[in-house]
C-alpha cells in the first residue's frame, strides 16, 4: 500500500523559501501569483494491504519524524496501484 505524506508549514509560519519562489516567478514573467507556500511530499510504500493499518502507521510516522508539529502540519493519502 502507497502513502503520501505532505507536509507544509502551518498558516501563519514564515515561509522564505515560499516568498523566493513567488519572487523568482515575478521574475521570470509569471503574473497572477498571489501567494507562494512550499511543502514536501513523502511517498512511503508499506508492506500492508490493510488500509487502516497503512493509514495508522504513516501517521504514526509523520507524528514521530516526517512533520515537526510545533511548525507544521501533515496529511496522509493512500494512494491504490
Given at each position: 500500500?502507497?502513502?503520501?505524506?505532505?507536509?507544509?508549514?502551518?498558516?501563519?509560519?514564515?515561509?522564505?523559501?515560499?516568498?523566493?519562489?513567488?519572487?523568482?516567478?515575478?521574475?521570470?514573467?509569471?503574473?497572477?501569483?498571489?501567494?507562494?507556500?512550499?511543502?514536501?511530499?513523502?511517498?512511503?510504500?508499506?508492506?500492508?494491504?490493510?488500509?487502516?493499518?497503512?493509514?495508522?502507521?504513516?501517521?504514526a510516522m509523520a507524528e514521530q519524524?516526517?512533520?515537526?508539529?510545533?511548525?507544521?502540519?501533515?496529511?496522509?493519502?493512500?494512494?491504490?496501484?
Amino acid at each position: 500500500m502507497r502513502a503520501e505524506v505532505r507536509v507544509m508549514l502551518k498558516t501563519g509560519v514564515l515561509d522564505p523559501q515560499g516568498q523566493a519562489i513567488g519572487k523568482a516567478l515575478g521574475h521570470l514573467g509569471f503574473g497572477g501569483v498571489d501567494g507562494v507556500r512550499q511543502g514536501k511530499l513523502i511517498v512511503l510504500d508499506l508492506a500492508t494491504d490493510d488500509r487502516g493499518q497503512a493509514e495508522a502507521q504513516a501517521r504514526a510516522m509523520a507524528e514521530q519524524l516526517l512533520a515537526n508539529p510545533v511548525i507544521e502540519d501533515f496529511s496522509v493519502e493512500l494512494v491504490d496501484g
